[in-house]
């Protein structure tokens, strides 16, 4: 058997695999998500800074300028993320899976199949109210998921884990029998 390191003309592009998109409704469920999470830190501010205790006059002026910075940063954030999160897609390819995410700032990052060493469904309380779940890869080497493929149903959350289930026996027996 001999060596070869052949120069490769055209690469292949990320951008050209087929993307399908992850459910409309987690993008409404997140926007619900920082809503609330506003909505709480506001009352609580409000709370505190209208109490007659609370004796610092200065924090009292300034605080409707505080509460109206802050709505148009959640504003911002809320409407950047409800964005981004309409853009996330994912590809199934034979070796591999592919997320794209962002929308200003974008990114794709994909998971060859070989080096997942776990696969997690994921769903919390709230996502299982809404009728979603996250996809977790997790690489070797690694201890936090190297993939997150949020806002899936359950169904397809579970075939997808299933599809890299069998990726990985079909790869063990393959490697088993070569070993022989």
């Known amino acids: 058997m001999s060596f070869s390191n052949k120069a490769i003309e055209a690469l292949p592009q990320a951008q050209s ?6 459910s ?22 409000a709370f505190f800074l209208w ?3 609370f004796d610092l ?3 009292r002026d300034v605080a409707p300028y505080t ?15 409800f964005v981004a999160n309409r853009k996330l897609a994912y590809g199934v390819r034979e070796h591999d899976i592919t ?17 997942v060493q776990h696969i997690e469904v994921e769903r919390g309380p709230l996502e299982r109210r809404a009728g979603l779940a996250t996809l977790a890869l997790f690489s070797a080497g690694g201890e936090l998921h190297t993939l997150s ?11 997808l884990r299933q599809f890299v289930l069998a ?8 490697q088993g029998a070569s070993d022989v």
């Open 99 to 115: 997320l794209r995410a962002g929308w200003y700032w974008r990114s794709i990052t994909t998971q060859p199949l070989l080096r």
């Open 24 to 45: 409309p409704l987690h993008a409404w469920f997140c926007l619900v998500m920082h809503t609330l999470v506003f909505a709480v830190l506001a009352a609580v501010s």
């Open 57 to 59: 006059v200065f924090l």
């Open 149 to 159: 493929i949020p806002g899936l149903t359950l169904a397809r959350a579970e075939a």
């Open 67 to 81: 509460l109206g910075a802050t709505l148009v940063l959640f504003v911002l954030f809320a409407g950047y993320r």
């Open 167 to 174: 990726y990985k026996a079909e790869q063990h027996v393959d």
């Open 51 to 53: 109490q007659p205790w």
């Open 17 to 22: 695999i087929p993307l399908t998109p992850i």
